[in-house]
């Protein structure tokens, strides 16, 4: 019998940048950053309530040097062409910050016991002269009108830099078509607290629009989330398709000891409603660095649509029972 499901309150303790997918199969698959940053886990379980006290496998380890050695961080998984992939960035345990995004496959039925293959960085197109060569990580993949679409983070400039978001067309599942477009950058005030951050891009898409999430600022409690709204019949590689939100869409709530939600994935639950699938903290204060705080949280948040948008609302109902 599934547990309780918690609503914006720790679902899975220590597991940030989560990730939720539901296979044609019908069965959840849920992938996160764990504090050690030194592998890849998977869970499935039949049900979303299931997830929480499911098996944590690990399908892979850091290496112990060269690229993919440090850092393991965000995995997604991805359902792509009968074959399993998953999206993750690491680093260089001889240069730490080196940071690119990998690409594992699974030709198997069953992710949690098939065979994984590494087939290393993501690659950009041929002609594209500027794509992961700086940290860059982050990496989703969403489809559109029978085009698959990669969005990613990826710092520019000079001294603490700046994390924008990209977006290209993609050839195979570990190479990119065209080359990389803008999409947002630190604009605002709510996304350049600590550092000047765009990352953690995610997309749900309805009523034939798609709507694209992302966080913003330092993994503090000033973490936060955006969104970019475009047209499914636009042409997601002009920026002008996309409308930025002046404000955040997500933001900390002292009031329910939620701080810092940010780095999301969406799922659905038994009965087909959207959730929004984020991490947080319950404490404002952060002992130490926050990026090795591992005091990140799995939550879980029920989605509300008002005139056709995604509404976030931490003040919702806070727990509720699982069918």
């Known amino acids: 019998m599934d547990t309780q499901i918690k609503y914006n309150e720790p679902w899975i303790m220590q597991r940030a940048d989560p990730f939720i997918c539901r296979q044609g199969n019908g069965k959840y698959y849920f992938t996160a950053s764990v504090p050690a940053y030194d592998r890849i886990v998977l869970r499935c379980a039949d049900t979303l309530a299931g997830i929480a006290d499911a098996e944590e496998v690990t399908i892979w380890q850091k290496h112990a040097s060269g690229i993919m050695s440090e850092h393991i961080w965000a995995p997604e998984l991805?359902?792509?062409?009968g074959m399993w992939y998953i999206y993750f960035a690491?680093?260089?345990?001889?240069?730490?910050?080196e940071i690119r995004p990998y690409v594992l496959e699974c030709a198997d039925e069953d992710p949690m016991t098939g065979t994984w293959k590494e087939l290393g960085m993501m690659q950009c197109a041929d002609d594209d002269e500027f794509s992961f060569r700086?940290?860059?990580?982050d990496g989703t993949v969403f489809e559109n009108q029978g085009k698959r679409y990669y969005v990613w983070a990826e710092k520019v400039g000079v001294g603490k830099q700046i994390s924008n978001l990209y977006i290209a067309e993609m050839e195979s599942p570990n190479k990119l078509k065209t080359v990389q477009v803008l999409l947002t950058t630190p604009d605002y005030d709510w996304e350049r607290v600590?550092?000047?951050?765009?990352e953690g891009p995610?997309?749900?898409?309805?009523n034939g629009k798609i709507f694209l999430t992302y966080?913003?600022?330092?993994?503090?409690?000033f973490y936060c989330m955006g969104m970019l709204t475009a047209d499914c019949d636009s042409d997601l590689l002009d920026p002008l398709s996309w409308k930025k939100e002046r404000y955040p869409v997500l933001t900390s709530d002292p009031s329910i000891e939620v701080y810092g939600p940010g780095h999301n994935s969406f799922t659905v639950d038994d009965e087909g409603n959207d959730?929004?699938?984020?991490?947080a903290r319950k404490e404002s204060v952060i002992e130490g660095n926050p990026l090795y705080n591992p005091n990140r949280h799995t939550m879980l948040m029920k989605i509300k649509w008002e005139n056709n948008r995604p509404?976030?609302?931490?003040?919702?109902?806070?727990?509720?029972?699982s069918v």
Do not use: M, Q
């Not at 690491?90 to 910050?97: A, C, F, I, L, T």
């Not at 995610?202 to 309805?206: D, F, G, H, L, S």
């Not at 966080?215 to 409690?221: D, F, P, V, W």
């Open 134 to 137: 700086a940290f860059s990580l």
């Open 78 to 81: 991805h359902y792509i062409d």
């Open 275 to 279: 959730i929004l699938v984020y991490h």
């Open 311 to 321: 509404v976030f609302t931490l003040a919702a109902e806070k727990t509720d029972r």
């Open 90 to 97: 690491g680093g260089e345990k001889e240069n730490v910050w």
């Open 202 to 206: 995610a997309v749900i898409k309805r």
């Open 194 to 198: 600590g550092f000047w951050v765009n």
């Open 215 to 221: 966080s913003a600022s330092e993994t503090g409690e």
